[in-house]
Nanobody, 123 residues
Framework: QVQLVESGGGSVQAGVSLRLSCAASGRTFSSYIMGWFRQAPGKEREFVAA????????NYADAVKGRSTISRDNAKNTMYLQMNTLKPEDAATYYCAAKTDDTYGYTARYDYWGQGTQVTVSS
């Protein structure tokens, strides 16, 4: 089992950058597929990005591709999401998630979730 804590959210203006962090507990962080999801008010939660256990494979949603970079530091049990050129439509609560089974790919069926960190983007 793993516990996840997100940080780095805040209220920013459109066009700036933001880096979100996800700190994980436990000694097996390096065995987890890690993902970022987001949920805006009144909308369903959506996939943002995911990274393989060793960090070699990365997937991005079209909405953030080219503007965002997912990374992880297994020595620090931490995952990151660097988001650049933020847009008002990026405003949401961002959640990190973890799983070990890749049967359903990287965009769904995560087992562990953090509490979320809120990102507000003003135009």
């Amino acid at each position: 089992q793993v516990q996840l804590v997100e940080s780095g959210g805040g209220s920013v203006q459109a066009g700036v950058s933001l880096r979100l962090s996800c700190a994980a507990s436990g000694r097996t962080f390096s065995s987890y597929i890690m993902g970022w999801f987001r949920q805006a008010p009144g909308k369903e939660r959506e996939f943002v990005a995911a990274i393989s256990p060793a960090g070699w494979t990365k997937n991005y949603a079209d909405a953030v591709k080219g503007r965002s970079t997912i990374s992880r530091d297994n020595a620090k049990n931490t995952m990151y999401l660097q988001m650049n050129t933020l847009k008002p439509e990026d405003a949401a609560t961002y959640y990190c998630a973890a799983k070990t089974d890749d049967t359903y790919g990287y965009t769904a069926r995560y087992d562990y979730w953090g509490q979320g960190t809120q990102v507000t983007v003003s135009s």
